[in-house]
């Protein structure tokens, strides 16, 4: 079975999964209205509704996050599908400028169409329908690329796991680690951040305002001081209450690369010194909606620091949701969360087959 078929399968499951919780929640409450005591259901009960209704709500954000990207590159494929009744080079050149305007990177684009090519000869593929299915194997083979894709924080053994967060400014930076604080938070995790980014104006405060929405500890002072020292102060400080997740912010002015990579070998090297192994993760924000220019930015830091993960914020505003692909393909650097808009839920753990589901979920 393919990629294409697989994840159909998957998602109809829990679709109908979906419909098995709303009817048992509706028969509980017909149950509590026609007993006169109170029934509670059983714990067990609770936990499996509960255990369905996760997966079934992060498919629903990726669904809705998606939607642009999906109304713009899906029904041109969609449209491709109807225009032509077999597989021709101007069906070919047509499909590879549709991949190209989805922001997939040109370079990427020339690679898949050879592999399309290739696959369509050897396996005489005439069906265009059924070409649409082999597309999307193809895109999935394109990011997984035969490696074993980690997507989760890379969680110290013991100590303050650290996570150093690096990208331009703009990019939605310090939200990012607020709505990463909130979830580490309500997964029972004690969570600090810092305020290593003393360079932008007003850059402190509003990490300050947002650790007090989310509930966590801040360590932070005023603009213009030395960023290594702000985030030493508040390493020593995490070390002291037993902090288990700090969240650092940096600064991002990528115009002056050299200053800007000497100041990310200081905060490196007084991290190391602090911490055996640490930082654990540098995270890369990109910004989705800037497309191309988002990964000059990955090459960039790349070239800076190591990076070993990748934030894409504002998927939802973009109608070029392939960045995604481009990225992995270009740099090297798997996507760990992906962001759909302003809400703490908005931000999830990035699964590359919920990620193919939402792109492609009208062709299936």
Not at 69 to 87: A, E, M, P, Q, W
Not at 137 to 157: P, S, T
């Amino acid at each position: 079975m393919g990629l294409f078929n697989k994840i159909k399968n998957m998602f109809k499951k829990e679709n109908k999964n979906e419909e098995n919780i709303v009817v048992q929640n509706n028969a509980s409450i017909l149950q509590q209205q026609n007993v006169e005591c109170e029934v509670k259901p059983q714990k067990q009960e609770e936990d499996n509704i509960q255990d369905n209704i996760q997966p079934v709500e992060s498919v629903k954000i990726y669904e809705k996050g998606l939607t642009k990207s999906r109304d713009n590159f899906v029904s041109k494929l969609i449209g491709l599908t109807k225009k032509y009744n077999k597989i021709t080079e101007d069906y070919f050149e047509e499909l590879e400028e549709i991949l190209i305007m989805a922001d997939i990177g040109v370079n990427t684009v020339m690679d898949f169409m050879e592999r399309l090519r290739t696959r369509v000869k050897h396996e005489k593929i005439e069906d265009v329908t059924y070409l649409n299915e082999v597309i999307v194997d193809e895109l999935f083979i394109i990011y997984v690329n035969d490696e074993v894709i980690v997507n989760k924080i890379n969680f110290a053994n013991e100590g303050p796991t650290v996570v150093l967060f690096v990208g331009v400014n703009g990019v939605g930076k310090t939200t990012t680690i607020a709505k990463l604080a909130d979830k580490l938070k309500h997964e029972g995790k004690s969570v600090m951040l810092v305020a290593g980014d003393t360079f932008r104006a007003g850059a402190t405060k509003q990490l300050e305002e947002w650790s007090r929405r989310v509930d966590v500890m801040f360590t932070g002072t005023h603009e213009g001081a030395d960023p290594a020292s702000v985030i030493f102060d508040g390493l020593t400080k995490a070390k002291e209450e037993n902090i288990d997740v700090v969240l650092i912010d940096t600064a991002g002015r990528l115009q002056n690369k050299t200053n800007l990579m000497n100041e990310l070998e200081k905060i490196n090297r007084v991290i190391s010194k602090l911490i055996d192994g640490a930082p654990h993760e540098t995270l890369l924000v990109i910004d989705a909606t800037t497309g191309q220019n988002g990964i000059a930015q990955a090459k960039s830091f790349k070239e800076i620091t190591d990076v070993t993960g990748i934030v894409l914020t504002k998927l939802d505003g973009t109608a070029k949701g392939g960045i995604v692909l481009a990225i992995k393909e270009n740099v090297g650097i798997p996507v760990k969360y992906i962001g759909f808009g302003e809400t703490k839920d908005d931000l999830q753990v990035f699964d590359i087959e919920k990620y193919i589901y939402g792109l492609f979920k009208d062709m299936m």
